[in-house]
């Protein structure tokens, strides 16, 4: 498996593969990270925080990321960057650095991306829940294509949406089974009162 060295941007979010992430830049570390993404066609990797804060001092990420890749940018405003990325791959972290201005970069192992697998009828509500948030909002909150009938589209996009606290949607995102991504969201809304069928 070949290693690549990527910038990490540690957030606190979780980035899901296919997943719209909007981000607001103003640090000067990732305005330079940003530019040289840009420039270069490349992507960083969006990890969740597991020790310090998204703002000052480098904080340490979780080991187990996802390639963004910049599809839009603005700068309305001097020295505020708004970017709209697009998940890619999950990776993981084998070793990081933290540059001179506060940057971690790190040499990762992509993950191999789960194949589709058709959406289980049991699973059937999960898919008509995201079919009723994607009517109900007024701009697009996910990529398209829109893949109601994969099991690894439809755990994805519940992983995002509902309320799952951060280290709950760290698992799923490390997760290699799409069913079983689906068997715990399922539980989660079947707890919160979402009927079966």
């Given at each position: 498996?070949?290693?690549?060295?990527?910038?990490?941007?540690?957030?606190?979010?979780?980035?899901?593969?296919?997943?719209?992430?909007?981000?607001?830049?103003?640090?000067?570390?990732?305005?330079?990270?940003?530019?040289?993404?840009?420039?270069?066609?490349?992507?960083f990797?969006?990890?969740?925080?597991?020790?310090?804060?998204?703002?000052?001092?480098?904080?340490?990420?979780?080991?187990?990321?996802?390639?963004?890749?910049?599809?839009?940018?603005?700068?309305?405003?001097?020295?505020?960057?708004?970017?709209?990325?697009?998940?890619?791959?999950?990776?993981?972290?084998?070793?990081?650095?933290?540059?001179?201005q506060?940057?971690?970069?790190?040499?990762?192992?992509?993950?191999?991306?789960?194949?589709?697998?058709?959406?289980?009828?049991?699973?059937l509500?999960?898919?008509?829940l995201?079919k009723?948030?994607?009517?109900e909002?007024?701009?697009?909150?996910?990529?398209?294509?829109?893949?109601?009938?994969?099991?690894?589209?439809?755990?994805?996009?519940?992983?995002?949406?509902?309320?799952?606290?951060?280290a709950?949607?760290?698992?799923l995102?490390?997760?290699?089974?799409?069913?079983?991504r689906?068997?715990?969201?399922?539980?989660?809304?079947?707890?919160?009162?979402?009927p079966?069928?």
């Open positions: 498996m070949s290693t690549v060295r990527i910038p990490i941007f540690p957030l606190n979010t979780v980035l899901f593969p296919g997943g719209l992430l909007p981000l607001r830049v103003f640090e000067a570390r990732y305005m330079d990270m940003a530019r040289d993404c840009l420039r270069h066609e490349r992507q990797g969006v990890c969740l925080i597991r020790e310090g804060r998204e703002v000052g001092a480098p904080a340490t990420p979780e080991p187990v990321g996802c390639l963004a890749r910049i599809i839009e940018w603005d700068m309305q405003q001097l020295g505020l960057l708004h970017l709209k990325t697009l998940g890619g791959q999950r990776f993981r972290i084998r070793a990081s650095e933290t540059g001179s506060g940057l971690v970069s790190a040499d990762i192992d992509l993950v191999a991306p789960e194949e589709a697998v058709s959406l289980p009828e049991r699973f509500p999960c898919a008509r995201l009723t948030v994607v009517s909002q007024e701009r697009p909150i996910f990529a398209e294509p829109h893949e109601f009938d994969d099991a690894v589209w439809v755990g994805y996009r519940l992983a995002e949406i509902l309320p799952v606290p951060l709950g949607k760290q698992k995102l490390e997760l290699d089974d799409s069913i079983a689906l068997e715990i969201l399922q539980r989660f809304l079947e707890q919160r009162g979402l079966r069928s």
